[in-house]
T-cell receptor, first 113, second 112 residues
């Protein structure tokens, strides 16, 4: 059983399109995260939800909108995709909002053409 | 100044040697420190956490923390080719529970 899963694994799309990435964790954790890892491998937090409540919202364009229908799921919707959005997006979860140990999903490789 | 800094490498060591990876951080009040390992094309996985000054050992891995000097290091003894990966240092700053700040990672190459 995969602890943190993401779909899709790969996403190739045209500039201007809208796309969504889904994340699910079966660890019973309260807190989930979205990270972006750029081409230089720099991993940066974007959002965090604790029990469906948004608790971290970094300086991210408002084209990015996270949604947490329940504490086991955190989705990321991206509107009007731009070339600079090309990156690997990782979902992660932790027991609680202290974020002490985070478990990462396999990543979604997004390429915007 | 970046909040968490690492030398991007690559750091190349022969098999069986000790690999030493270093990380400095800017927020003096930071409380929690982590080392994640990321193989090429894979997701990060936690290998060590450390919260107080001194050394913490786990198998071939030793994390060292010096809050006065604001650095944290990871030693890998008896390095193996399977240790070849990017090692990411991460910090939770004071008053910012829930937010991991990552360094840019150090790529380690262990040559047989």
């Amino acid at each position: 059983d995969t602890a943190v899963s993401q779909t899709p694994k790969y996403l190739v799309t045209q500039m201007g399109n809208d796309k969504s990435i889904k994340c699910e964790q079966n660890l019973g954790h309260d807190t989930m995260y979205w990270y972006k890892q750029d081409s230089k491998k720099f991993l940066k937090i974007m959002f965090s939800y604790n029990n469906k409540e948004l608790i971290i919202n970094e300086t991210v364009p408002n084209r990015f909108s996270p949604k947490s229908p329940d504490k086991a799921h955190l989705n990321l919707h991206i509107n009007s995709l731009e070339l600079g959005d090309s990156a690997v997006y990782f979902c992660a979860s932790s027991q609680d909002r202290r974020a002490e140990t985070q478990y990462f999903g396999p990543g979604t490789r997004l390429l915007v053409l | 100044q970046k909040e968490v800094e690492q030398n991007s490498g690559p750091l190349s060591v022969p098999e069986g040697a000790i690999a030493s990876l270093n990380c400095t951080y800017s927020d003096r009040g930071s409380q929690s420190f982590f080392w994640y390992r990321q193989y090429s094309g894979k997701s990060p996985e936690l290998i060590m956490s450390i919260y107080s000054n001194g050394d913490k050992e786990d198998g071939r891995f030793t994390a060292q923390l010096n809050k006065a000097s604001q650095y944290v290091s990871l030693l890998i003894r008896d390095s193996q080719p399977s240790d070849s990966a990017t090692y990411l240092c991460a910090v939770i700053r004071s008053g910012n529970t829930g937010k991991l700040i990552f360094g840019q990672g150090t790529t380690l190459q262990v040559k047989p």
